[in-house]
């Protein structure tokens, strides 16, 4: 599975932004996906995640409230919606697939190359 993110960019606190994550195959449907963002000088860090099967979603603390993970399986791409974003949300933000959702990286088989979120104050 290849995994294309795009829709980042540089925006002011409180503005909203849209990440897509674009896959190659029409077994999109059999992954989950999650998202996973990674600062400057800090380890990478579970985000969000939509599970494969019922479209459960799951979120980190930080983003829950402000962002929506969502996933349109005709279209084999996951968006991240972010709302009312903050200056610490800036990161390089990637999407992964697997067969089973879970905050640990290590659990994803596929990775994108991701996308730059910068967020000024």
């Known amino acids: 599975v290849q995994l294309v993110e795009s829709g980042g960019g540089l925006v002011q606190a409180g503005d909203s932004l849209r990440l897509s994550c674009a896959a190659s195959?029409?077994?999109?449907?059999?992954?989950?996906i999650g998202w996973f963002r990674q600062a400057p000088g800090k380890e990478r860090e579970f985000t969000a995640a939509i599970s494969r099967s019922d479209a459960s979603t799951y979120y980190a603390d930080s983003v829950k409230g402000r962002f929506t993970i969502s996933r349109d399986n005709a279209k084999n791409t996951v968006y991240l919606q972010m709302n009312s974003l903050k200056p610490e949300d800036t990161a390089v933000y990637y999407c992964a697939a697997t067969p089973r959702v879970g905050v640990v990286g290590s659990r994803y088989d596929y990775w994108g190359q991701g996308t730059q979120v910068t967020v000024s104050s």
């Open positions: 195959r029409r077994t999109f449907g059999s992954y989950g």
